[in-house]
């Protein structure tokens, strides 16, 4: 009878302590969705959203990797070092992107983009869920703009003049 009552009282401070874990990582991908939800100009505010919603992606991936390998239970432990794994390397995969988007970060702050100039040879559009982006290739260098552009602003042949961060390659401008 006592480890009844010993389990019953365990068992809501773990559903607390999880939920309150649940809610850190919820608003730490929140606040940068809200920030690209908001239609506004403030590129810099959309470039430290993506930044953070890298890292929070790069951080959840590996610590789920890490429970899932080590936490697994021993009828699941196959499953738990399969699914680890794959987290595990997600992360590690996702840590370039995410540290090109840091490099940047002085750059921005200091206003100190990059240019290119050239003729539009391709345009491709990505639709994934509710995310659309827009992959433009100027003289055989991808650019990738977060949204989508008018058609009738992409006209192949055309000449732009891209403004944009060296590391991540992303667009502050394009004209």
């Known amino acids: 009878m006592s480890r009844n009552k010993r389990y019953i009282k365990e068992k809501p401070v773990k559903n607390i302590k999880r939920t309150l874990i649940l809610i850190v990582v919820l608003a730490w991908m929140g606040i940068p969705a809200l920030i690209l939800s908001i239609p506004n100009n403030n590129i810099k505010a959309k470039f430290?959203?993506?930044?953070?919603?890298?890292?929070?992606?790069?951080?959840?991936?590996?610590?789920?990797?890490?429970?899932?390998?080590f936490a697994s239970k021993k009828d699941m432990k196959l499953r738990g070092i399969i699914f680890g794994t794959i987290s595990l390397v997600g992360s590690?995969?996702?840590?370039?992107?995410?540290?090109?988007?840091?490099?940047?970060?002085?750059k921005i702050i200091n206003s100190n983009y990059s240019f290119y100039k050239g003729n539009l040879t391709n345009v491709k559009n990505n639709n994934f869920r509710n995310s659309?982006?827009?992959i433009l290739t100027i003289n055989n260098q991808k650019f990738e703009i977060h949204g989508a552009l008018s058609p009738d602003f992409t006209i192949i042949g055309k000449e732009y003049y891209v403004t944009f961060l060296p590391n991540s390659k992303f667009v502050i401008d394009l004209k």
């Open 48 to 69: 430290f959203a993506y930044t953070m919603i890298y890292s929070c992606l790069v951080v959840v991936l590996f610590l789920f990797g890490i429970l899932f390998v």
């Open 92 to 106: 590690i995969l996702l840590i370039v992107p995410t540290l090109n988007y840091y490099k940047d970060v002085p």
């Open 132 to 134: 659309i982006s827009t």
